[in-house]
């Protein structure tokens, strides 16, 4: 998508009754802390600091909306698996994060049109690292709800081409899928925009 109009903040949710009024479509974004989600969700809204960066891992607690086109919400999950976040937080992730995505499948809400509600999540990963137990557990729910994925590799601009290749490679068989599912993104250079607006336009 390239003509983004608009994007806003709506509101950060810790608990569904927080949650925006049903009606329109959602793309979340998930993945372990300090992966990049906030830098990547600005490149695709063509924004600088609509979702707020941070150098500290795990800054993001809550579930954040933003309006897009005044059309469909992007939905920042928080970041998982950072150890120096208090334990009582690492465990509240999980419970949390797993009632929005239950509760928000696409024709799930009472009342809801076909279609409308959580379409799809973009499922970060460090291009650098494989999938820890978090990504997995995360891949795992959404296959058990029918949620469908966007696996994306941030950071390749950090790796030559030839290691680039070599760990989509290596993701891919940790996650049994095939390697050019996996969408290679850099927020600096710019690399996967495109592929990934796809690939959510077609989801959406």
Known sequence: ????????????????SQYPPPGRR??????????????LINKLLGRK????TSSTPGRTQTINFFLVN???YFVDLPGYGYAKVPIKIRKGWGPMVEKYLKGRRAGELSGQ???QGLCAVVVILDIRRLPNQGDHDLLGWLTHYK??????????DKLKKNKQNKQQNAIARELSAD????????ATMGLGKQHLWRAVEALL
């Open 113 to 115: 049109e076909s279609g």
């Open 147 to 156: 949620i469908p994925a966007i696996v994306v590799l941030t950071k390749a």
């Open 179 to 186: 390697p050019s599912a996996l969408i290679l993104f850099s």
């Open 26 to 39: 959602e793309i979340a974004f998930a993945g372990r802390s300090n992966v990049g989600k906030s830098s």
């Open 49 to 52: 600091s609509l979702v707020k």
């Open 1 to 16: 998508m390239s003509n983004i109009t608009s994007a806003e903040f709506v509101v950060s949710a810790v608990k569904s």
């Open 70 to 72: 005044n059309s469909f």
